[in-house]
């Protein structure tokens, strides 16, 4: 999830399938700015541009698998691309000029667990049908355009500074993050970071779409998976934990008008997180 860079593609010609495997991406190469990802084949540049949809000015894609399953450890899995062509097993999203500001809500929105969660309800197949996605009950964008409930700013540059930290840890994607008024450059890969910032942005769903406490907690117990590996490397269902906790101290903050504070330190998409300039390796 928000990782553009999560692996490689291998070929191995002496599989009689699934000849393309994928090679997950080291801790060190995701702590270089400068790394990036080889796929398994390459389409001409002037297909993408062909392609394109007119008026899709930007040099990005927000992304989505298509090959995926409800039995899986998440089911939409997504993130931001550079621009490049890609193959029918990725779902590319492009909007009008107008809702540029808040596509990345709708980014984050899908990658939530209340968004997966929807999504699950809706497909029992090893793929996701463009039909499940279009029909699937996302947030509408009049949803972003407001004040947050739980802080005094406005909810899509909360979102925003959320989504750009998780996104821009790679100098391929510079064009996404001056697109959103950053200038600096990639932030430093941090797993618990990282981990924070998806939890903040769950918890800050679960609230959007209206989800009481004890059915936040009943829907992160049909993520198994999750809580396994929570529980082998954390003794306990950390991430349903702190979701809760954050859940907890936003409606604190709903109740008393008290902005919420975010447990991170500095704050997201801060410079001081970022890397130096080009050619750093954090290790």
């Known amino acids: 999830m928000y990782d553009h860079r999560a692996a490689n593609i291998d070929f191995h010609a002496e599989n009689a399938l699934r000849q393309q495997q994928s090679n997950l991406n080291s801790l060190a190469n995701h702590c270089d700015a400068s790394f990036v990802a080889i796929p398994y084949l390459w389409g001409p540049e002037s ?3 062909s392609r394109t949809p007119e008026g899709w000015k930007y040099k990005w894609f927000p992304a989505f698998k298509r090959v995926t399953s409800s039995t899986n450890e998440r ?4 993130c931001i691309i550079p621009w490049t062509t890609v193959s029918y097993t990725l779902y590319t999203v492009t909007c009008s000029e107008e809702y540029q500001d808040i596509l990345i ?3 984050a929105n899908m990658c939530s667990f209340v968004g997966d969660y929807i999504v699950r309800q809706k497909t029992s197949q090893p793929s996701l049908p463009i039909g499940v996605i279009y ?10 355009l407001g ?3 739980w802080h005094n700013n406005l909810l899509n540059l909360w979102i925003m500074k959320r989504v750009l930290e998780l996104t821009y840890t790679a100098w391929d994607l510079e064009a996404f993050a001056k697109d ?4 600096g450059p990639p932030f430093r890969w941090d797993e618990e970071r990282r981990f924070l910032l998806r939890c903040e942005l769950d918890a800050a769903y679960f609230h959007l779409y209206g989800i009481a406490r004890d059915d936040v907690d009943y829907i992160m117990e049909t993520f198994p998976i ?3 590996r929570d529980e082998k490397l954390h003794g306990e269902y950390r991430t349903k934990r702190v979701i809760l906790e954050i859940y907890d101290e936003m409606q604190k903050a709903i109740e008393s008008g008290e902005p919420y504070q975010t447990q991170l330190d500095p704050p997201p998409a801060d410079a001081a997180v970022a890397h130096a300039g080009r050619g750093e390796v954090e290790v």
């Open 47 to 49: 297909e993408g541009i």
């Open 75 to 78: 089911t939409m899995v997504g």
């Open 105 to 107: 809500c709708l980014l």
């Open 135 to 144: 029909e699937s009950a996302f947030l509408p964008p009049s949803t972003f």
């Open 147 to 149: 004040p947050i409930p």
């Open 180 to 183: 959103y008024g950053y200038d």
């Open 226 to 228: 999750v809580k396994r």
